[in-house]
DNA sequence: CAGTGGTCTAGACCACCAT
DNA sequence: TGGTGGTCTAGACCACTGC
């Protein structure tokens, strides 16, 4: 236990995380101002402000001057690469998706143990290509538990033209708020290596992704290969 | 220009750079408290307050309750693996480094491109490799502006037992605050090879670093060839 | 024009650290 | 015990947005 009790601008926090995984707002909603949110939580502006100044930070809200604070949403187009660090080496950024599958599936040892599932819980399975001026780019292949995703499909998949997350988010009401990644070089397996049409044992570098909701829940779990002879992954350090 | 000046506290985060540039206060110093910053700037203390908050955000100061606020240092034990973004896959981090040259040479149009200098103006290059449980693992190749290290040598850097920042810093004044980072996979040239002691095309991580000084002034270019068999980079979104 | 967030101030009180 | 940063409050005024 701290020894001293969270601060208030903490706490107050805490509560707005849990309304927001609890669903009181949703993604692209507006919040109440600062002033109403001061009165429900009986603190004063300014320890209102400093929550969601946290929060703004953790890319869970977005706030602009004159119109209020909105609930962050992977459907605004500012999202669409929040999580796809790959670029382009002349800085292009956008991708054409090819779906490959989706299945019903019991986790692996590796999965359930990821996603912290029960061993053999049912996940469902989606495979997809990333495509950059016709050329595939990206194998992507990513588990999710499936009492989160009931009724996602193929033919769900298809029929909608935005990201993932943007789906996953409008369809499952599970919205991404952060994710690790751990990067390798790997030599291309056959199969892989034909998705992606390169050689065999062609070097990629492997992104596997573990993508987390409100509260730290993990959510996903995602292996994608790259395929980097035009395109690199991006990164900022401080 | 904008319409609007910028905030105060952003003038007065601006004129603290500039000072800690200018090395009025160097790597590991504390500075004046918020009550004498802000009476030096002529703001009120809340309004310095955010100032320092966001050169905490950026790691150029360090703040301990009780004590005051710190200049950032890549010699304090925290900063050891800052940039250092490859780790074992059981978690270690530690490292064992082994210098293979140190040599003065002139900027290829690459370098003198990522650094911003004239084609040809002298550079220092530095090469090395890192070895974790008697291996090696990383290969990295740097090459620094000799203007901003005049005197480093294979002798300089043989004598010094921190890393490689921590000597810029207490040797050349030099601190590196952020860092931009391109991944690709590639496949091992024979050279390469060799020194990491794998075969020929095993695929390596390849790891682009241009590294800032104060005012985001670049500073270092670096090149690092990662073996990913047992270790991984790891990386946070959100 | 009303409502929102953004800036800036002033000050009280607390927790922590060094001595 | 004195000095430091950390929290919290209260309120004034400004800038921007949308109706």
Redesign the interface.
Known sequence: MPKTPAPLYEQIRQLIVAALAAGEWRPGDMLPSEAALAQRFGASPGTVRRALDELT???LVERRQGSGTFVSTHSAPRQQF??L?LVADDGEQGFTRELLGCRRMRATAAIAHALGLRAAEPVIEVRRLLHRRGRPVVLDELWLPERHFEGLSADVLAQHPGTLYALFETRFGVHM???????????AAPEVAALLRVGE??????VE?LAYTYGDRPVEFRRGF?Y?SSD???????
Chains 1, 2 share one sequence.
């Open positions: 930070a953790e890319n929040r999580f660090r708020v952060r994710a690790e990644e751990k990067l390798r070089a790997v030599a044992g062609e070097p990629l570098l492997c992704r790259y980097t690199h992954y991006s990164n900022e350090l401080n």
